[in-house]
């Protein structure tokens, strides 16, 4: 083991905490080295399968190809963008159309009211795996809720495209019961998503939902480069060579920011081993910049999607729901706006969930550590909070910065829809970072393996 690495256990399980420089092949190198990140990874790549498959399975009652037509004809706007995170279930009235983000939302309300409800935040604080339980609980049956909400409101959508095409592709002609079945199959699809998501976070590897929505995106990122390409064609080639080189800078820039880190030292100590006195030595305790991760990406699209799916059927009944609607349209000036200010807020609000600087203070005192300089026994509390505090701003406001970038570039180049959505800032920031994070996990197991 090398002088310079040292391996702390944080609260809320074990992190590993050292100088050592990281690689994406030498994390990808565990699945060959490690008979055990082999079998996660294979049975990772299972449940994509599966959840891939789903998504090509139709809602009961709908005809595949005059949907296909239908949906051509309408192609763009804000369904494109919902559509993204579905990996393109959405427009084909799958079982999964809705993808796993009634989860996502159903979890961003219950971690808010975690955090203002006096009853809930005491349980949390007092017994954080009863309050884990509760809000699972809670979670899952918000989710059904908001599920059949949204389906339906989907279904009404897709009977009015249906009267007004001139291929009909809803074959049930009782209304009532096209709608019960829908909203049963729609549901129960992402209720399954959960399931699978819930079966990669124990027998694979990664966050189960943010793996998911990395498969989607990633499974659309073909045809929107094909498109990108017959655009190049028809105006200029090096448009698109110009275009892909910025989304690589994009991505060196995002795995920057998701390695930087603030050290600050813990003092040594002195400890028993073997009936002798020794020394342990002075170790960094490093907080990164972002300590949420990609987390705050996809809450802040969730949050921008929902009102505006909400009063999508209105539009047309309303001057004034539809402006609301166009204005939360991706790619214009009150989305770039509204989704800065979300993802700085949910990067302060989440980062407290990862990183608690009360949880390591409490973790440090009991073990008899402290911050090198500071009197033992001392709160440190605050000064790991400011330490946190300023990290934290300059590196929510970058990653609200790259991922309003592609929007102004394909505002300014006039790029295809589906590109627009599948490679801008949101869908680049989330792919890398779920990648970024596989690989730090395979690389965190490969370390431990060969120290161990």
Do not use: C
């Amino acid at each position: 083991m090398g002088k310079n690495k040292k391996r702390i256990m944080m609260p809320g399980g074990p992190k590993e905490i050292d100088g050592a420089s990281f690689t994406v092949l030498s994390g990808l190198a565990a699945i060959f080295e490690i008979k055990e990140v082999r079998i996660k990874f294979l049975i990772t790549l299972f449940i994509l399968f599966i959840y891939r498959l789903g998504a090509h399975l139709p809602v009961p009652g709908i005809d595949v190809n005059a949907l296909a037509q239908a949906v051509n004809a309408t192609a763009g706007g804000l369904m494109d963008f919902i559509d993204m995170f579905a990996g393109g279930a959405l427009r084909r009235f799958t079982l999964f159309t809705l993808g796993i983000m009634p989860y996502i939302s159903a979890e961003i309300i219950m971690q808010l009211l975690m955090s203002i409800v006096p009853a809930w935040k005491d349980m949390m604080q007092d017994d954080q795996e009863k309050g884990k339980d509760f809000m699972q609980f809670w979670s899952r049956a918000l989710t059904i809720v908001l599920a059949a909400v949204q389906s339906s409101l989907f279904i009404r959508y897709m009977i009015e495209q249906n009267a007004a095409s001139t291929t009909p592709f809803i074959l049930i002609k009782s209304i009532p019961l096209f709608y019960a079945v829908s909203v049963l199959s729609i549901t129960s699809g992402t209720m399954f998503l959960i399931w699978l998501g819930d079966k990669i976070d124990e027998f694979g590897i990664g966050n189960g939902a943010s793996i998911i929505i990395f498969a989607g995106i990633i499974s659309r990122m073909p045809s929107a480069l094909r498109q990108l390409y017959k655009t190049a064609i028809e105006r200029n080639i090096f448009l698109m060579i110009a275009v892909l080189i910025m989304f690589v800078f994009i991505i060196v820039l995002i795995i920057y920011v998701q390695r930087g880190k603030r050290k600050m030292m813990v003092g040594g100590s002195k400890a028993i081993r073997g009936g002798k006195v020794a020394m342990i030595p002075a170790f960094p305790l490093n907080i990164p910049i972002n300590p949420a991760g990609v987390i705050p990406i996809i809450f802040a699209s969730v949050f921008l999607q929902f009102p505006a799916q909400i009063l999508q059927p209105f539009v047309g009944k309303s001057a004034i729901i539809q402006k609301i609607v166009v204005a939360l349209y991706p790619g214009t000036g009150w989305y770039i706006l509204i989704n800065t200010i979300l993802i700085i807020l949910f990067t302060y609000f989440y980062s407290q969930f990862q990183l608690n600087p009360t949880d390591i203070a409490n973790y440090l005192s009991k073990s008899g550590r402290t911050l090198k300089g500071k009197r033992a026994g001392g709160d440190i509390a605050p000064e790991i909070q400011r330490t946190v505090d300023r990290i934290i701003l300059p590196g929510a406001i970058f990653l609200a910065f790259i991922a309003a970038v592609p929007d102004v570039v394909n505002k300014l180049f006039n790029l295809p829809h589906e590109f627009t959505y599948i490679m801008g800032g949101t869908s680049i920031l989330i792919t890398a970072g779920v990648a970024f994070d596989i690989a730090t996990r395979l690389e965190s197991i490969r370390r431990f393996r060969l120290r161990g």
